[in-house]
């Protein structure tokens, strides 16, 4: 669920800007240009915040909510900085107010920066906001985003002074902003995975049905983590590219890290086909605030597919003695396609409390409010549900059970996408 704090914080930031530029407007501005420039301004904190929250830093999960809220923000507020962006640019008196000397405005590029800014902005959003291009291939395309920053600083920078006072009050925020934003693109882009990332060797990979399980080995430090945290997976090797997102699924207090992964695209294709084991593999993490701890006395997990993965970790962890009541719907196609299904009715025998009730479609058993009500001893309102799967199944659930009388506050989320 979203934290307010993170959203409130843009919003507090964005007023104090707006406030600050319209008490100390430098005189010699006309109104339409006080308005205008303040909306660029506000355009450009919205892109420093996607610049912050692509930073993946572990205190911002607190104030968002974890790590997929703050990829939801980052998009929001990287597609209202486009809104800003347009109102700024054809709002923007074009026509150079006297006493400006024209050759030197001619001989500082600051019009065509913010053109072509925006024009790759706007060739950025369609590609970003793109479901159809792959990840691999989408990511490098992202970080034009990057050019894209950094010429909204150059055309504000170098922008005649009857447009934008660059040391005004507001302009010395902008300015901060621009520090932090470039420092944390350049941090996002060149640094992160590789500074804070630990080494494992990668022991064993098991098979299961169209899934591996891999089994990491720490080379050093071990990762600690509560159950339902996810990583991300970085394979030594050029032919590897970038990191990618799983959820643990060992307990934390096991030797080793248990990833189980299911082919979705051209990654985890090539991990089923090609990965041996013995390599070094680079784990960052741990991301995530799925958390079933945090939920009342009587719980109802919902796992679809490869979504079973928090659940599993959670479960190896519980204590002989958990006394929750904890319903486990297990949702899949058909029954070999639920991964470990043995090993979680063996807990279910250890642990009174779990009961583990497997759904599958091919059978008429669907992931539906209607059919999980048939199925549970109480009335939906008296569980806290936590959901994991496809957005295609966890999307209607939870309106169901939102119409069913449950609250917002009740449900928990984890999407297994960030875009
Ligand atoms: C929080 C979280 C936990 C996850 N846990 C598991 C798990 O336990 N087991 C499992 O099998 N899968 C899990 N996934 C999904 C897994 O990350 C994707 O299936 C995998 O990255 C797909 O990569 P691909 O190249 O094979 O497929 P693609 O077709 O390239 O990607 C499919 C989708 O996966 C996402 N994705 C792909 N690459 C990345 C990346 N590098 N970073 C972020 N998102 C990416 C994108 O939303 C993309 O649209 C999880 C995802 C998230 C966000």
Not at 97 to 121: F, K, Q, T
Not at 156 to 170: G, N
Request: net charge positive; glycine share 8%; aromatic share 10%.
């Amino acid at each position: 669920m979203l934290r307010k704090q993170g959203v409130y914080a843009i919003i507090v930031i964005i007023a104090l800007f707006m406030a600050l530029h319209l008490a100390f407007a430098p005189e010699a501005h006309e109104p339409r240009t006080t308005g205008t420039t303040m909306l660029g301004g506000i355009a450009f904190l919205l892109m420093t915040t996607s610049m912050i929250l692509s930073t993946r830093a572990r205190f911002l999960e607190d104030l968002f909510g974890g790590l997929d809220r703050m990829y939801q923000v980052h998009k929001v507020t990287g597609t209202m900085s486009l809104i800003f962006v347009l109102i700024h640019f054809f709002g923007v008196p074009k026509e150079l107010p006297a006493g400006v000397d024209e050759i030197a405005n001619a001989l500082v590029p600051s019009a065509p920066m913010g053109m072509i800014a925006l024009i790759v902005l706007v060739l950025s959003l369609a590609i970003t906001l793109n479901r159809k291009i792959s990840y691999s291939r989408w990511r490098p395309m992202h970080k034009l985003m990057g050019l894209v920053y950094f010429l909204v600083i150059g055309h504000f920078m170098t922008a005649p002074a009857i447009f934008y006072e660059r040391f005004s009050t507001s302009g010395i925020l902008i300015f901060v902003a621009a520090i932090i934003g470039a420092g944390s693109f350049l941090y996002s882009v060149f640094g992160m995975n590789r500074k804070t990332a630990l080494p494992y060797k990668l022991a064993a990979i098991n098979a299961h049905e169209r899934a591996k399980e891999l089994v990491l080995a720490p080379m050093g430090a071990k990762m600690s983590f509560t159950p339902g945290q996810f990583a991300f997976v970085e394979v030594a090797g050029k032919d590897w590219n970038e990191p990618h997102p799983f959820t643990i699924s060992s307990a934390p207090d096991e030797d080793n890290l248990r990833f189980t992964i299911k082919v979705l695209g051209d990654w985890t294709r090539k991990v089923r086909e090609e990965l041996e084991a013995g390599g070094e593999v680079k784990v960052r993490g741990p991301y995530g605030r799925f958390d079933m701890s945090k939920g009342g006395n009587k719980q109802i997990w919902l796992a679809g597919g490869i979504g079973i993965t928090p659940f599993l970790s959670t479960i190896r962890n519980m204590k002989d003695d958990d006394e929750r009541d904890i319903h486990l719907v297990y949702a899949t196609r058909e029954e070999k396609e639920a991964l470990f299904l043995d090993e979680l009715l063996d807990h279910a025998k250890r642990l009174k409390g779990l009961k583990i009730i497997p759904l599958f479609s091919d059978e008429g058993n669907f992931a539906r409010v209607d059919i999980m009500e048939e199925k549970l001893p109480d009335a939906l309102p008296g569980y806290d549900y936590f959901l994991c799967g496809p957005k295609a199944m966890t999307g209607p659930i939870s309106k169901d059970l939102k119409a069913k009388g449950v609250g917002r506050k009740q449900i928990h989320m984890e999407a297994f996408e960030f875009r």
